[in-house]
């Protein structure tokens, strides 16, 4: 038997075994909820078919029937099982999967180690964290801009350099620490909408998805200043220059990460009025008196305006590895740096993350941190509402899913700081 088979059947005896005795708790008072809703569910629909199919049932006899009436037949039916079945499941699946979440996935992730599972700020999770606790409507906006920091935080600036977006949706994030590496795990969509105008000189707009999936972020214990990114497809370097958010994707980030990247907003404000006034205040200093006061302020960390302001320029980098350049496109700020990060042996590691992903993989490397893009369309770490909550053999894709995830920080040894 192969040595990958051999440990997959190991971490699903593992598995099982912490199952069993750590999450099997909680999730037998979750099944209990989830079996009461899906009998009435099921009891519900069962009376709304029985009562649609009568009424059709009353229409056509009483009337002659005729292709008019079979299709009116057909829009009754059709209407009333999307207004009192599909609309009712639309809202139960979700507010149970909250439930569900919050109760299981604790437990479940403490099979890997201390990782919190964060849900969600939107209305729906606000609405039902203030009817669990029955707050009223004061409890449903505090949740709502509830501030949820991180120890690394998807940054939509980063994102910037890489997608084309005018909206941020946030799903579920996990973080904590794998291998001595602080990692966090979000899912996320990235948006945009395009005008275009169409021959007769309307205007239209459609609205397309730029990324989908998961965003694996972690800190790396090799330093680098530059910026390098990587990507299954084409990098567009003004984009990377000069990143751009607008104020529709601030407004839908979570409240930690809008604050965080309103702070570096705030923050360069604040850069370039110090700088204004330094300059100021040199007005009619001699050049050693202008010298002497900088250093004073600054001391080595003297501003950068004008000419001597740094410029991001990204360059196309070509790796030795044919296979590598041929699957994905790089560029960096630093030749030498991006080198320094993609040795022979990290491509190596890097491609065999990638192939676990078909190769749909995003990377950007800034401040000493990776954000791995993955493009997924699937619905990520889910607890499903129509199987049984309480057998581990539906948690078989999360366990794959995450283990996947986790297995990054040790096959490209995220936690060593030589020898990638």
């Known amino acids: 038997m192969p040595q990958q088979q051999v440990q997959q059947n190991k971490n699903a005896n593992n598995f099982m075994n912490y199952f069993n005795s750590k999450v099997l708790p909680n999730t037998q008072i979750v099944e209990a909820i989830r079996s009461k809703l899906k009998l009435v569910f099921m009891i519900w629909s069962a009376v709304v078919s029985i009562a649609v199919l009568f009424i059709v049932f009353l229409v056509l006899t009483s009337t002659a029937i005729t292709k008019d009436s079979l299709i009116w037949a057909i829009a009754i039916i059709v209407m009333s099982l999307i207004a009192f079945v599909v609309a009712p499941l639309i809202t139960i699946k979700p507010t149970y999967g909250m439930f569900a979440k919050e109760k299981i996935l604790p437990s479940l992730l403490g099979f890997w180690g201390k990782f919190t599972y964060i849900p969600p700020i939107n209305p729906m999770s606000a609405l039902y964290k203030a009817i669990k606790n029955k707050t009223g409507v004061g409890g449903f906006f505090s949740e709502l801009f509830k501030d949820k920091k991180t120890n690394i935080s998807v940054n939509p600036s980063v994102l910037a350099r890489l997608l084309e977006f005018d909206c941020i949706t946030y799903d579920d994030k996990i973080v904590g620490q794998h291998a001595d590496v602080d990692?966090?795990?979000?899912?996320?969509?990235?948006?945009?909408?395009?005008?275009?105008?169409?021959?007769?000189?309307?205007?239209?707009?459609?609205?397309?998805?730029?990324?989908?999936?998961v965003v694996f972020s972690a800190k790396m214990n090799k330093n680098f200043k530059g910026i390098t990114i990587l990507s299954y497809d084409n990098i567009d370097k003004r984009r990377a220059e000069h990143p751009v958010i607008g104020a529709k994707a601030i407004g839908s980030m979570q409240l930690a990460d809008a604050l965080s990247f309103g702070q570096q907003i705030a923050n360069m404000g604040s850069a370039i009025k110090d700088v204004k006034d330094t300059v100021k205040s040199l007005q009619g200093k001699t050049p050693e008196e202008a010298e002497a006061l900088i250093r004073e302020k600054y001391g080595d960390n003297q501003p950068k305006t004008g000419k001597n302001q740094e410029k991001v320029s990204f360059q196309d980098v070509f790796l030795e590895d044919p296979l590598f350049t041929r699957k994905f496109k790089l560029c960096s700020t630093d030749q030498i740096e991006a080198r320094y990060i993609f040795t022979t042996a990290f491509m190596s590691r890097f491609m065999k993350i990638a192939e676990k992903f078909n190769y749909r993989v995003r990377a950007v490397f800034i401040n000493n941190n990776v954000y791995i893009l993955i493009s997924s369309a699937k619905n990520w770490f889910e607890i499903p509402f129509f199987k049984s909550c309480s057998d581990p053999n539906n948690y078989k894709e999360f366990l794959n899913d995450f283990t996947r995830l986790l297995g990054i920080v040790e096959t490209l040894k995220l936690n060593q700081n030589i020898g990638l």
Do not use: C, H, M
Not at 191 to 207: F, I
């Open 183 to 213: 990692i966090e795990v979000a899912e996320i969509a990235t948006t945009y909408t395009s005008v275009r105008r169409d021959s007769d000189g309307k205007l239209s707009k459609s609205t397309y998805t730029s990324f989908d999936g």
